[in-house]
């Protein structure tokens, strides 16, 4: 499994938008990127996924360089709601039976009034 | 929006006692997972389940634990003998096909 690396935390204001970076430098060639967010005391729950190159839909979007070798989560103008946990999981193909999604630390963003 | 549910949202035992956490997967879904955190810590895979048998488990899965999909809509996770260590939340999961995953609210185990 491709391990990951992202920031242990990131300080945020409302209005403002948040980049999260996540690193996966032996991403294999049937992997995806899928970003989760986990507020406390619930289940996570999936914000975008990934292949290459843009995903965008209606709460986020997610860049993919070309050597797929790193991620970012885009989270345009966050709200006070926007704090939470946010995890960047890869391995698949998703629609594999043996598809297993593998959590980190995670990133703690802590958006600020 | 489907979602998946999980009863009981709270749970507290007995050390030694058998529980048994309940999850109502989404309707079309075909695969079941359970996961448990253990407060503060990670997110971490127990068990997947595909065409009623285990696909996967971890190491945490030992022979204390066990599912199951006794009818057409629920999906169980029994701890036989509870040990402190396992007081954490349960999260359940499932997906279709050409889908992610979908996390229940979770119950809250207390061993005590």
């Known amino acids: 499994l491709a391990k990951t690396t992202q920031p242990i935390s990131m300080d945020s204001y409302e209005g403002q938008e948040v980049n999260i970076t996540c690193s996966h430098n032996n991403i294999a060639t049937n992997d995806y990127i899928t970003w989760y967010q986990q507020f406390p005391s619930q289940g996570p729950r999936f914000i975008i996924q990934g292949y290459k190159t843009k995903v965008t839909n209606e709460v986020a979007s997610l860049f993919i360089p070309a050597d797929r070798k790193s991620s970012t989560l885009s989270l345009p103008r966050v709200s006070l709601s926007d704090t939470a946990v946010y995890y960047c999981?890869?391995?698949?193909?998703?629609?594999?039976?043996?598809?297993?999604?593998?959590f980190g630390r995670g990133t703690s963003l802590i958006v600020h009034p | 929006e489907p979602e998946v549910t999980q009863t009981p949202s709270h749970q507290v035992t007995q050390m030694g006692q058998e529980v048994i956490l309940r999850c109502v997967p989404i309707s079309n879904h075909l695969y079941f997972y359970w996961y448990r955190q253990i407060l503060g810590q990670k997110v971490e895979f127990l068990v997947s389940?595909?065409?009623?048998?285990?696909?996967?488990k971890s190491e945490i899965f030992d022979d204390q634990f066990s599912v199951e999909r006794p009818d057409g809509s629920n999906f169980t996770l029994k701890i036989r003998s509870t040990k402190l260590e396992d007081s954490a939340m349960y999260f359940c999961?499932?997906?279709?096909?050409?889908?992610?995953?979908?996390f229940g609210p979770g119950t809250r185990l207390l061993v005590l």
């Open positions: 999981l890869v391995g698949g193909p998703p629609s594999g039976g043996s598809y297993i999604p593998t």
């Open positions: 999961a499932s997906r279709g096909i050409q889908e992610t995953q979908y």
């Open positions: 389940f595909y065409n009623n048998e285990i696909s996967e």
